[in-house]
């Protein structure tokens, strides 16, 4: 009596479907939807750390104040950078570098929850006050002492276009996990 595969390579095969599925499923979903990310160098602590890997979302969204994003392109920048949008399309920026306060719209920003210096004292390329022209965002990073941004003419104003996503979770290390805010 010969004994019979037939349900074994049955059930080998539909596992081996599923995992297929499942595979397909997740590549289309972190190139469509959601990426990882890599955060390097230290302009956005104490939010993140260098070497945090960040979940994006990539999904359509309008960009708002507060916003942390990964910026694909700039004017003078080769590499993405990851930012936090200060100001919107039409909105104005001001900064007082004397008492190291941002202002839009010519309200003071309560940024002491972010902020690793506590003020934005270092110089900038631009001549304030300034407006976001339309499709672009305002960016700095939350270490302002160090951060490339906004204030810089090799950043300056950032194409909405150049945004890949919004930063909704640090995935690693481990230790760091959650929600960013």
């Keep these: 009596m010969k004994p019979s595969f037939g349900p074994l390579v049955q059930n080998c095969y539909e596992w081996i479907e599923a995992l297929i599925s499942a595979i397909i499923i997740l590549v289309v979903i972190f190139t469509f939807f959601f990426r990882v990310v890599n955060v390097s ?5 104490p939010t993140l750390e260098s070497n945090d890997r960040v979940l994006i979302s990539m999904l359509l969204h309008k960009p708002q104040a507060g916003d ?7 004017q003078g920048l080769t590499q993405p950078i990851i930012k936090r949008i200060i100001a919107t399309e039409g ?9 190291g306060i941002v ?31 339309e499709g672009h965002v305002f960016v700095l990073g939350d270490n302002r002492a160090v951060s490339n ?10 194409d909405e276009r150049y945004i890949m996503g919004k930063a909704e979770w640090i995935v690693f290390p481990f230790q760091r996990f959650g929600k960013i805010t």
């Design 91 to 99: 909105e104005t920026v001001d900064i007082d570098f004397e008492q």
């Design 41 to 45: 160098g230290p302009s956005m602590l």
């Design 68 to 74: 942390i994003v990964v910026i694909t392109r700039t």
């Design 103 to 133: 202002y839009v719209d010519g309200k003071a920003l309560d940024e002491s929850a972010y902020l690793k210096n506590g003020t934005t004292t270092q110089s900038s390329d631009y001549t304030y006050p300034l407006t976001v022209p």
């Design 149 to 158: 941004d906004s204030r810089s003419k090799d950043v300056g104003m950032v």
